[in-house]
């Protein structure tokens, strides 16, 4: 399967949870879910393997993991 790999800007704590395009692999993502116990990792996958149509194991988050800018990586 084809890998693609994407830049995230995570914005956690905020009014809705949306995807913005920035660019070639470059994504802004606001999450309502709050930087705790890994919620805002767990909605990220959740919104990513929504906007990409693909099932969640399919979406693993390879650096930055506890940081706002990560990346991550999708099988198509």
Do not use: C
């Amino acid at each position: 399967m084809p890998k693609k790999i994407i830049e995230i800007k995570v914005i956690p704590r905020s009014k809705e949870n949306k995807v913005i395009e920035e660019g070639d692999n470059k994504l802004k993502v606001k999450l309502t879910a709050p930087p705790v116990d890994n919620k805002a990792n767990f909605a990220l996958v959740d919104i990513l393997a929504e906007h990409y149509q693909v099932r969640r194991g399919q979406i693993a988050i390879i650096s930055g993991v506890k940081d706002r800018n990560k990346k991550v990586q999708i099988e198509l």
